[in-house]
């Protein structure tokens, strides 16, 4: 089975293999790798596609300790010493483009681009903040009801998706208490957004139309603050999750963009 341990922590992740350009995928919150199959099956007959799964995700064995975006950007560099890769172009969806922009700033030298899906630099809308705390206590206090679980894949898939199923199949299923830990990372983040220009490679920012959960301004202030982002890549009718519901569209955006990264060219 495709697992490395690193860091204390037993990381599940899928490699395409290939001697080409490696990019490395990360999911959003509550999601998992299976979220970028679309793109595997798109981009690994040119790429090394690599999709892994975070502390407290899918089929990840984590401990149960407190931990940062931070300390994720380090498991996917152990992830990429696992697999012998010296450099890739990294990033993700939503709290996976959190952690590759960590991962570049920590590690500049081992990123070759970033691919940044209907994520943000910054913070949480703390007018938000309220809700979502609500419904924590409700998923953790009497479980994933039906009610809530539909409002969740709301946000993060769309309304009414049919790609919500399977994700409301694998909440019901996971232990309520597990929740608390993988919420904490997500709200308790720093604003990297001070630190944008710090990053010298090329970037890809691609949004859904239709993101309630991070609005489009937050993409466009993003690649205004990236020193090597040509434009916000739009996804008409594209929510939140815009690679799992939207994926031809993303996926050329990406491809264009990988043939355009220099190491991929070498």
């Given amino acids: 089975m495709p697992f490395a341990d690193v860091n204390g922590q037993r990381l599940w992740y899928e490699d395409s293999g290939g001697p080409g350009l490696a990019v490395v995928l990360a999911h959003g919150f509550l999601m998992d790798s299976e979220m970028f199959a679309h793109q595997a099956a798109a981009l690994s007959g040119e790429y090394r596609v690599i999709t892994w ?8 064995a984590s401990t ?3 931990f940062t975006f931070w300390d994720s ?3 996917q560099r152990a992830l990429l010493d696992h697999l ?4 890739a172009v990294v990033g993700g969806m939503s709290q996976g483009g959190f952690i590759g922009l960590r991962f570049a700033l920590a590690n500049p030298e081992r990123t070759a681009g970033l691919v940044l899906i209907d994520t943000q630099a910054g913070l949480e809308d703390p007018d938000k903040i309220p809700q979502y705390d609500l419904m924590l206590d409700v998923w953790t206090g009497e479980g994933p009801t039906p009610e809530l679980t539909a409002m969740v894949a709301a946000i993060i898939i769309g309304n009414e998706r049919t790609e919500s199923a399977e994700y409301i199949a694998k909440w019901t299923a996971r232990p309520p208490a597990e929740l608390r830990q993988i919420y904490r990372t997500l709200m308790d983040r720093d604003d990297v957004t001070p630190r944008l220009g710090e990053i010298r490679v090329p970037a890809l920012v691609i949004h859904g ?3 309630t959960a991070i609005p489009m301004e937050r993409a466009e202030e993003l690649c205004r603050g990236l020193r090597e ?6 996804i008409p009718g594209a929510g939140h999750a ?3 519901t939207h994926p031809e569209p993303v996926n050329a955006a990406i491809a264009r963009f990988l043939s355009s990264v220099p190491v991929g060219r070498a």
Wanted: glycine letters at 16%.
């Fill in 84 to 87: 012998g890769l010296q450099r």
């Fill in 209 to 211: 139309e239709e993101d």
């Fill in 73 to 75: 950007a380090g498991d």
């Fill in 229 to 234: 982002c040509e434009g916000v890549v739009r």
């Fill in 53 to 60: 799964d975070q502390r407290g995700h899918g089929r990840t």
């Fill in 242 to 244: 815009s690679n799992l």
């Fill in 64 to 66: 149960p300790d407190p």
